[in-house]
């Protein structure tokens, strides 16, 4: 199996760490004081899970409402591929964030796993967040939205992106189109990009969380472990830089992960699957991968907090998204 391997060094210096990403925990101090709070009487917790259409904006969605960069987000439809928890926990509550694939008809087995990410997430929800946005057709994925309809849990239709509309007559002919299809639905028009009514949403979910011990550690911001999320930081930073078919072959995983107090060593393999998208992904010289992982390692340094050592590889693995095997090792599949 071919093979190329490329050494991303870190510059001299850690750059300064922003709110682009957050360690997984917060301090033991508070939360000792918030944990000596909790009592069970009274105590909320619940599952949210959003869905709809590709593109929508429900990565962006999702990171406003848990107050930290989980999913990934691009301008590409189908950027999430896995199904993805943010926790958000507070002395009074815990809510489950689930941030799912975009629904879409599948056409290879890929496909169809992150289809069944969506189904999923319609079973196990204590509320349902189901988002469109301005410019989409309501009538998309219609088998899927005709089983949010039967839902008898609470369902929240966000209808985001309403900073493209043009003015208030446009929405609330947009409102009511939605009205027809989701009679049970509360609706709640939205940017989550200009953290338009997302603090409504918020204390809309918080009033209808059941009550219930945490399902989590009250530290906890994920269920996902650390290599996951070095994954879609390579993955993501793949999607930002190439066009066509590359980011949608482009699979990551990551076989070393070894952690050390100040810095963390890790071996990553990005698969593609023909031999044309390995010469692409790699660039004249290997200077199109060596930028992606420069790149990768930047945010990766700045959700940890520490200096990192990134070894990137590349190999084919011919036709990997209608390969049951591969998708099971790559999470698609349990």
Do not use: C
Not at 288 to 293: E, Q, Y
């Amino acid at each position: 199996m071919s093979e190329l391997h490329v050494n991303i060094k870190r510059e001299d210096e850690l750059e300064a760490s922003e709110a682009y990403f957050q360690p997984f925990t917060k301090g033991a101090d508070e939360l000792t004081a918030a944990a000596a709070e909790i009592t069970a009487e009274g105590h909320k917790a619940g599952f949210v899970n959003i869905v709809g259409n590709p593109n929508v904006g429900k990565s962006t969605l999702m990171n406003d409402l848990v107050g930290e960069r989980i999913s990934i987000i691009t301008s590409k439809a189908q950027t999430t591929r896995h199904r993805i928890t943010g926790i958000v926990n507070t002395p009074a509550y815990q809510i489950v964030f689930s941030d799912t694939p975009g629904v879409l008809k599948p056409k290879y087995k890929l496909q169809e796993s992150m289809l069944e990410f969506s189904k999923g997430a319609l079973t196990d929800a204590d509320i349902l967040l189901y988002v469109t946005d301005v410019v989409e057709d309501p009538t998309k994925n219609r088998d899927f939205l005709d089983r949010v309809a039967r839902e008898t849990i609470p369902v929240l239709l966000v209808i985001n992106k309403i900073d493209l509309l043009s003015g208030n007559d446009a929405l609330e002919e947009l409102v009511e189109k939605w009205r027809s299809l989701l009679p049970n639905a509360e609706i709640f028009p939205t940017s989550a990009k200009e953290h338009f009514n997302v603090s409504n949403i918020m204390k809309r979910i918080i009033d209808l969380l059941p009550v219930s011990p945490p399902f989590f550690g009250k530290d906890a911001l994920t269920d996902k472990p650390a290599r996951f999320f070095v994954t879609e930081i390579i993955r993501e930073k793949i999607l930002l830089q190439y066009d066509k078919e590359i980011p949608y072959s482009a699979e990551v995983l990551v076989e070393k992960f070894d952690e050390k107090e100040n810095s963390i060593h890790i071996m990553s393999v990005i698969y593609v699957e023909r031999d044309s998208q390995k010469g692409i992904l790699i660039g004249k010289g290997g200077e199109r991968i060596k930028r992606v992982g420069i790149e990768a390692r930047k945010d990766i340094e700045k959700f940890f907090g520490k200096r990192v050592y990134l070894e990137l590889y590349v190999k084919i693995e011919k036709d990997w998204r209608n390969r049951e095997n591969k998708l099971r090792a790559f999470g698609y599949i349990e």
